[in-house]
């Protein structure tokens, strides 16, 4: 019933079309229409069993492969190989089955929006009901601080405001009233309506309950995020592929061997079956999943030291390939707090006024000279009315964190006073209030209080409101000299100037006194006349500290980045501006923000083309969002898309990365998000797409090392075979082999820091693939040098016995291989530029591949196990000296290769 036209008719014809009345429904028709229209609650679908969660992990193509390795081992007799391979997959699919298992409950999180009770009118009588209870023609009685418990046409207001951040992204509370709105009004600007999940913030309503259930604005949301099918993330398909083409590299390998023992060598079938078999095994990536787990666990271990909390592990590399950002403004590009910046007084040099968040500190400023703001009476006075005038406190908690207690633009005043060195519990103990003159949107005296000061037996009346109000009740200001009458010219001028603020953005608002007679013990919107104005102050949600620095890092990384907000378009635009969004001036016809109204105005041919230029998004319902984050994807984007309220949660689920905020954000966000910022800050992004690239270039080098290694044991042992010598390695020393190798190494290799600035190259492709031609050629050069020495060393020690033979290719092969992991640390930087020890779990990893090499050398037991014999001192040098020329033939390809490579 979003659609509904309740909005735009008066409260007469709302009650007639609902069959109701001022006093409510009867009792036993609101049971019938209960009957007819079902519970005020949001429907929640049956969850998955979490057997059918678990089941699900084994769905890969990777695991498919290692399931059929695991089988082979205990086929051929390798039961310790099958007992590693299944429970590299157990623990795959436990860790799969906690992140999918927490990752459901965006609707749950819905449902605790909604109270339990609501106060109504049944029969004429006020009563609490259960929520689920009501029903469309209902007449609800809510108070300051109530939730509203369903969708509801305003009937009588009473100093009524809402706080509606959570479903439309308004920053603000939100003055209400019970007028009827044009037709076309968005859901954001409906001022006459009241929506389920958001609460009152200030005064009284009585409203008309108009939908309930699923059809409200938040059932909406809860029918968008259950028609939303999350697909793969990035790194799933990706990886997927990865290990299609090395199941094919192990498989056509081994089938090589099949056919070159069979039927070149002549071997026996079951002889080089079993060889076979373990070669596929050998060559299958056992500890690919192992790898890819821990690069992406670091990768979450790291995002979360820069306040990035993952929730879904694959996550932290689709991070690394975003094209797009899409950011809120309020809390995110901003810090979500209301700070003065500006005051004017009349006939004086503006003053501007440094600090950040509620912090009770920072400089008044006049003509770039730092002043004593106590010291100007004028000044003095303002400040005074500001700390008085209103209801808000800010209170110091642990550290030097602040949090305030009541309205923010009142907390904005109290702040400024304090910033002056005003305490505002000292000077209520000197002023006692005597009265208080609630805000009323009527009057305009906007988002403040009228207060009535008792101070050395002189009363006063203080007005804070919004300035053209302020100024129509003045009928003096206050001079350098004192007070003096004020001519209908300044007031034009004091306002052209306020004007000037609010153009850029700023939350304009005049401060007044009166001296009032001693007798005066009420205060009545009668005396709120022949004020004497004293100034005007502008304030704003000022930008984070990090985010313009952050906004020129995305741009130079080829990320665009779009700001959609609750918030009007002048705020919008005078914000980008500021942080560097937008300003140059393109081709684009397009213009700099376009709100939701804009946006439905145009064809879907338009609405693409727009989607490309404009970077700026006012007004947008959550419908919008979800559409404009579809249209990019469609366009080939991946696109994160940050977000804090329940309007945010379809898109953030729809998004390749959905990015909630963790202090401000609702439940909702959190839970349909796959990051969570911890500190709400729009740099921490970019800080976490920074690491999403570093994860991709980790499991490329992990990967490739793999690959590496795999690829040329297999090729020296079709080699021997085809130029007619014994086999090189038995399938036990293969296994080994491969446990001393890759088993070590390449979980350190997933541990490997950036060593360049990955934001200074543009995104890589989505269709990149992990295992790319661009790396190839590297590959084959490594492995056909591992090849190459291997039969030179077996080929010379053949002559003194096949035991030593296979002992100096197993050496050879093991060093060469350690070696091309300090290779395999950058495809693109020398180690020694990167430094040969900066990475200390590849030193141990190094460290502990050669104990294990030297183990099953030197100690008879294993020397018995695996047929090796001992080799010498000399011999070991050589072969050392031998294999090391994997790093120098390395480093020389990095230094050689073309400067475009690898990206």
């Known amino acids: 019933m979003l659609n509904n036209s309740f909005h735009s008719e008066p409260v007469e014809k709302v009650l007639k079309?609902?069959?109701?009345?001022?006093?409510?429904?009867?009792?036993?028709?609101?049971?019938?229409?209960?009957?007819?229209?079902?519970?005020?609650?949001?429907?929640?679908?049956?969850?998955?069993?979490?057997?059918?969660?678990?089941?699900?992990?084994?769905?890969?193509?990777?695991?498919?492969?290692?399931?059929?390795?695991?089988?082979?081992?205990?086929?051929?007799?390798?039961?310790?190989?099958?007992?590693?391979?299944?429970?590299?997959?157990?623990?795959?699919?436990?860790?799969?089955?906690?992140?999918?298992?927490?990752?459901?409950?965006?609707?749950?999180?819905?449902?605790?929006?909604?109270?339990?009770?609501?106060?109504?009118?049944?029969?004429?009588?006020?009563?609490?009901?259960?929520?689920?209870?009501?029903?469309?023609?209902?007449?609800?009685?809510?108070?300051?601080?109530?939730?509203?418990?369903?969708?509801?046409?305003?009937?009588?207001?009473?100093?009524?405001?809402?706080?509606?951040?959570?479903?439309?992204?308004?920053?603000?509370?939100?003055?209400?009233?019970?007028?009827?709105?044009?037709?076309?009004?968005?859901?954001?600007?409906?001022?006459?309506?009241?929506?389920?999940?958001?609460?009152?913030?200030?005064?009284?309503?009585?409203?008309?309950?108009?939908?309930?259930?699923?059809?409200t604005a938040i059932g909406d949301v809860a029918t968008s995020i259950e028609k939303i099918k999350k697909f793969k993330v990035h790194f799933e398909k990706k990886t997927d592929i990865l290990a299609r083409q090395m199941g094919v590299i192990a498989v056509v390998c081994a089938f090589i061997v099949f056919l070159v023992g069979f039927f070149a060598r002549g071997f026996e079938f079951s002889e080089i079956f079993i060889f076979t078999i373990a070669s596929l095994v050998a060559g299958i990536p056992e500890g690919l999943p192992a790898v890819l787990v821990i690069v992406l666990a670091i990768g979450a271990y790291r995002m979360a030291k820069r306040n990035?909390?993952?929730?879904?592990?694959?996550?932290?590399?689709?991070?690394?390939?975003?094209?797009?950002?899409?950011?809120?403004?309020?809390?995110?590009?901003?810090?979500?707090?209301?700070?003065?910046?500006?005051?004017?007084?009349?006939?004086?040099?503006?003053?501007?006024?440094?600090?950040?968040?509620?912090?009770?500190?920072?400089?008044?400023?006049?003509?770039?000279?730092?002043?004593?703001?106590?010291?100007?009476?004028?000044?003095?006075?303002?400040?005074?009315?500001?700390?008085?005038?209103?209801?808000?406190?800010?209170?110091?908690?642990?550290?030097e964190k602040y949090k305030i207690i009541g309205d923010l633009t009142e907390a904005a005043l109290v702040a400024l006073a304090e910033k002056a060195g005003l305490k505002k519990e000292e000077l209520l103990e000197k002023e006692k209030r005597i009265d208080d003159l609630p805000f009323n949107p009527e009057l305009k005296y906007r988002a403040s209080l009228s207060v009535l000061v008792k101070e050395d037996r002189k009363k006063e009346i203080y007005v804070v409101g919004a300035p053209e109000a302020v100024l129509a009740h003045s009928s003096f200001m206050l001079g350098e000299k004192g007070e003096k009458k004020i001519t209908e010219e300044e007031k034009q001028e004091i306002l052209a100037e306020t004007q000037g603020l609010a153009k850029k953005a700023m939350r304009v608002l005049g401060l007044a006194y009166k001296i009032t007679p001693a007798s005066t013990d009420n205060l009545s919107e009668d005396l709120v006349n022949d004020l004497v104005l004293v100034g005007v102050v502008g304030m704003l949600d000022p930008p984070r500290p990090q985010v313009k620095e952050a906004i020129a890092k995305a741009k130079k990384a080829g990320i665009r980045v779009i700001m959609k907000t609750g918030d009007h378009k002048d705020t919008a635009v005078a914000v980008a501006k500021e942080i560097g969004m937008i300003g140059e001036k393109t081709k684009s016809k397009c213009p700099e923000v376009l709100t939701e109204q804009d946006l439905l105005k145009l064809s879907e041919e338009e609405f693409e083309e727009t989607i490309k230029h404009v970077s700026i998004f006012a007004r947008l319902t959550p419908a919008m969002k979800l559409r404009i984050v579809e249209v990019l994807q469609k366009q080939g984007h991946i696109v994160a898309m940050t977000g804090d309220g329940v309007n945010d949660a379809p898109a953030l689920k729809r998004a390749d990365i959905g990015v909630a905020m963790g202090i401000i954000g609702t439940d909702v966000?959190?839970?349909?998000?796959?990051?969570?910022?911890?500190?709400?800050?729009?740099?921490?992004?970019?800080?976490?797409?920074?690491?999403?690239?570093?994860?991709?270039?980790?499991?490329?080098?992990?990967?490739?090392?793999?690959?590496?290694?795999?690829?040329?044991?297999?090729?020296?042992?079709?080699?021997?075979?085809?130029?007619?010598?014994?086999?090189?390695?038995?399938?036990?020393?293969?296994?080994?082999?491969?446990?001393?190798?890759?088993?070590?190494?390449?979980?350190?290799?997933?541990?490997?820091?950036?060593?360049?600035?990955?934001?200074?190259?543009?995104?890589?492709?989505?269709?990149?693939?992990?295992?790319?031609?661009?790396?190839?050629?590297?590959?084959?050069?490594?492995?056909?040098?591992?090849?190459?020495?291997?039969?030179?060393?077996?080929?010379?020690?053949?002559?003194?016995?096949?035991?030593?033979?296979?002992?100096?290719?197993?050496?050879?092969?093991?060093?060469?291989?350690?070696?091309?992991?300090?290779?395999?640390?950058s495809l693109k930087r020398s180690i020694f530029k990167i430094g040969l020890f900066s990475n200390k779990f590849i030193v141990a990893s190094l460290v502990a591949s050669v104990f294990l090499l030297a183990m099953v050398l030197y100690v008879p037991f294993f020397q018995g196990v695996f047929q090796f014999v001992p080799l010498g001192l000399l011999e070991i040098l050589i072969i050392i000296l031998l294999s090391s020329s994997v790093l120098w033939l390395g480093e020389l390809y990095k230094y050689l290769r073309p400067r475009d490579g690898q990206k």
């Open 669 to 825: 966000a959190r839970e349909s998000s796959d990051i969570v910022l911890a500190d709400d800050n729009f740099a921490s992004i970019v800080n976490a797409i920074e690491e999403g690239r570093t994860v991709f270039t980790n499991t490329r080098q992990a990967s490739s090392f793999l690959i590496t290694t795999n690829f040329a044991e297999s090729i020296s042992i079709i080699t021997t075979m085809l130029l007619g010598l014994p086999l090189p390695l038995l399938p036990t020393q293969l296994l080994w082999l491969n446990l001393v190798t890759d088993g070590v190494t390449d979980v350190a290799l997933a541990a490997e820091p950036s060593h360049e600035d990955v934001l200074e190259e543009p995104p890589r492709k989505a269709k990149e693939n992990i295992l790319s031609k661009e790396i190839i050629p590297f590959i084959l050069i490594m492995a056909g040098i591992m090849v190459i020495f291997t039969l030179i060393i077996f080929k010379i020690y053949l002559p003194g016995g096949i035991e030593k033979a296979r002992t100096g290719a197993f050496t050879v092969m093991a060093f060469t291989q350690l070696f091309n992991v300090l290779n395999m640390r």
């Open 17 to 215: 079309k609902l069959s109701s009345g001022i006093s409510g429904l009867s009792h036993k028709e609101a049971k019938a229409r209960l009957q007819d229209f079902g519970p005020n609650e949001i429907p929640e679908k049956k969850a998955k069993h979490p057997i059918l969660i678990f089941l699900k992990q084994f769905q890969s193509i990777l695991i498919y492969i290692l399931i059929a390795a695991a089988a082979i081992s205990f086929f051929i007799g390798h039961v310790v190989d099958a007992y590693v391979i299944l429970a590299v997959i157990l623990i795959n699919a436990i860790i799969g089955f906690i992140q999918e298992n927490k990752a459901e409950k965006s609707i749950q999180a819905l449902k605790r929006m909604i109270v339990p009770y609501a106060k109504v009118f049944r029969g004429g009588k006020l009563l609490q009901v259960h929520a689920k209870e009501l029903v469309p023609g209902d007449i609800i009685f809510l108070e300051e601080g109530d939730r509203i418990p369903a969708d509801a046409r305003l009937l009588e207001v009473k100093n009524t405001r809402t706080v509606e951040t959570s479903l439309t992204g308004e920053s603000l509370p939100i003055d209400k009233h019970e007028k009827a709105l044009p037709e076309k009004t968005g859901l954001a600007d409906r001022k006459n309506m009241i929506w389920m999940g958001t609460f009152l913030a200030g005064g009284q309503a009585k409203a008309v309950v108009v939908s309930t259930g699923i059809k």
């Open 308 to 399: 990035a909390i993952i929730r879904t592990l694959p996550v932290t590399e689709t991070l690394g390939v975003a094209t797009i950002i899409a950011t809120d403004k309020t809390g995110t590009l901003t810090q979500n707090t209301m700070n003065v910046e500006k005051i004017i007084l009349p006939g004086e040099d503006e003053i501007t006024i440094s600090g950040e968040g509620w912090r009770p500190s920072g400089d008044f400023s006049q003509k770039d000279n730092i002043i004593s703001p106590l010291e100007n009476s004028r000044l003095s006075k303002l400040l005074h009315i500001a700390c008085v005038c209103n209801n808000a406190r800010i209170v110091k908690e642990e550290g």
